[in-house]
């Protein structure tokens, strides 16, 4: 079947240093992500969205780009601080965005 | 405002004893979700209710698990008889209907031993 977010299960870095997160996904015809952040006893929060049409998006300290050519996203956080230090999943919604569908998710360490 | 809270946050049971999970979504939220996340893999979808109604139930793993939302508020999910690969954290989510945002609740953690 299609799958969505294959992820690298951790990712360290330094405080302050810039962190990526990328994600592949399978299915051509996906259109649209969202990427969530999970901290440790709570519920995957919504950080940004992206659809196909666009290749960039860009939020709060948060850039998501999406390469539809090889079916790949990244987000990525500038300076980053020990509280991203969470688990960070791509996902898609599909069945009309009530059913979404997530990777693995990455766990990112931030060291100080 | 309030967010979606679950109870309990953890429950240690016994293969084959019941517990049912609850779900209080946002006030006004008519789509509430269930999710699971097994131990190191990927959150998958259970199901999806519209106010009292089930619209999706496919992701429900067997018949062992029974999801309810009377009067369309609250919704408790059962797992009965409970088995080891049950264990893992449960999520429940809401969404109003004008928007595509789900919001999610802290989860509970469920070990079976």
């Known amino acids: 079947g299609e799958s969505v977010g294959l992820h690298l299960p951790t990712l360290s870095v330094q405080e302050g240093d810039n962190s990526i997160i990328n994600c592949a996904y399978s299915?051509?015809?996906?259109?649209?992500f969202i990427w969530y952040k999970q901290e440790s006893g709570k519920g995957p929060q919504f950080i940004i969205d992206?659809?196909?049409?666009?290749d960039k998006r860009q939020g709060q300290r948060v850039t998501v780009l999406l390469n539809k050519t090889v079916k790949h996203l990244s987000l990525q956080i500038a300076a980053t601080q020990p509280g991203d230090s969470a688990v960070y999943f791509c996902?898609?919604?599909?069945?009309?965005?009530?059913?979404?569908?997530f990777g693995t998710g990455t766990q990112l360490k931030v060291e100080l | 405002e309030a967010g979606v809270t679950q109870f309990p946050s953890h429950s240690v049971i016994e293969k084959g004893q019941t517990v049912t999970l609850r779900c209080d979504p946002i006030?006004?939220?008519?789509?509430l979700y269930w999710y699971r996340r097994v131990m190191g893999k990927e959150i998958k979808f259970l199901l999806h209710?519209?106010?009292?109604?089930?619209?999706?139930e496919s992701g429900m793993p067997n018949n062992r698990f029974l999801a309810e939302r009377t009067g369309g508020t609250y919704s408790t999910l059962k797992v009965q008889p409970a088995e080891l690969e049950d264990s893992g954290v449960y999520f429940c989510?809401?969404?109003?209907?004008?928007?595509?945002?789900?919001?999610f609740g802290p989860g509970t953690r469920l070990t079976v031993l």
């Open positions: 006030s006004g939220h008519d789509n």
């Open positions: 989510a809401s969404r109003p209907d004008r928007d595509n945002e789900q919001f």
């Open positions: 996902a898609e919604p599909r069945e009309g965005g009530n059913k979404l569908t």
């Open positions: 209710f519209v106010k009292e109604s089930k619209q999706d």
């Open positions: 992206i659809r196909s049409n666009m």
């Open positions: 299915n051509s015809a996906s259109d649209y």
